[in-house]
């Protein structure tokens, strides 16, 4: 935990910070008095937009995070048999799925309530070490886009798809 850099935000321009990027911050391994830390940091520069990234989704409630306007809580789905951790996102707040990479075709049409329920999606592929290890389809980047689409749900796509999906990418905010 780095403490020293609770204070770099503080009074900067309002901006989206995406916190604990290269971790999990809601990892069994981390101490609820660091996840309180940083809340605590976080609500100090309200002005910024935060982002909370996990594959341990359940954590989210059970720690009880604060249901702030500026705070977006997010899981990683890359596989078919990740598609339930939406359904542990807190309810009540901002929230949003990064489907990164995408590793195999995801049979929305099957998630749908998925799409209805969650506020943002985020799509790219493979990059780093393992970049073209495996390489999305075109449809199955179709395939979430049309969900979304069909929900009116923003959809931001990593320039890790720009060659696949072969034209200007969908970069969304909400």
């Given at each position: 935990?780095?403490?020293y850099k609770f204070d770099e935000y503080a009074s900067?321009?309002?901006r989206n910070i995406f916190v604990c990027s290269m971790a999990d911050l809601f990892g069994k391994w981390v101490p609820d008095k660091w996840i309180k830390e940083v809340f605590t940091a976080c609500m100090k520069a309200p002005q910024h937009n935060y982002l909370f990234l996990t594959k341990n989704v359940k954590r989210y409630v059970e720690y009880g995070v604060p249901m702030l306007e500026n705070m977006w809580?997010?899981?990683s789905i890359?596989?078919?048999t990740d598609m339930h951790?939406?359904?542990d996102l807190p309810a009540g707040c901002n929230t949003f799925v990064s489907i990164?990479?995408?590793l195999e075709d995801l049979e929305v049409e099957k998630h749908n309530v998925m799409f209805r329920l969650v506020d943002w999606f985020i799509i790219g592929a493979e990059t780093g070490r393992r970049k073209n290890k495996v390489v999305p389809e075109r449809k199955w980047i179709e395939d979430i886009?049309?969900?979304c689409r069909k929900n009116n749900k923003p959809i931001f796509m990593k320039s890790s798809l720009e060659d696949i999906w072969g034209e200007q990418l969908i970069q969304e905010f909400p």
């Amino acid at each position: 935990l780095h403490r020293y850099k609770f204070d770099e935000y503080a009074s900067k321009r309002g901006r989206n910070i995406f916190v604990c990027s290269m971790a999990d911050l809601f990892g069994k391994w981390v101490p609820d008095k660091w996840i309180k830390e940083v809340f605590t940091a976080c609500m100090k520069a309200p002005q910024h937009n935060y982002l909370f990234l996990t594959k341990n989704v359940k954590r989210y409630v059970e720690y009880g995070v604060p249901m702030l306007e500026n705070m977006w809580y997010g899981t990683s789905i890359t596989r078919e048999t990740d598609m339930h951790l939406f359904n542990d996102l807190p309810a009540g707040c901002n929230t949003f799925v990064s489907i990164e990479p995408i590793l195999e075709d995801l049979e929305v049409e099957k998630h749908n309530v998925m799409f209805r329920l969650v506020d943002w999606f985020i799509i790219g592929a493979e990059t780093g070490r393992r970049k073209n290890k495996v390489v999305p389809e075109r449809k199955w980047i179709e395939d979430i886009v049309n969900e979304c689409r069909k929900n009116n749900k923003p959809i931001f796509m990593k320039s890790s798809l720009e060659d696949i999906w072969g034209e200007q990418l969908i970069q969304e905010f909400p």
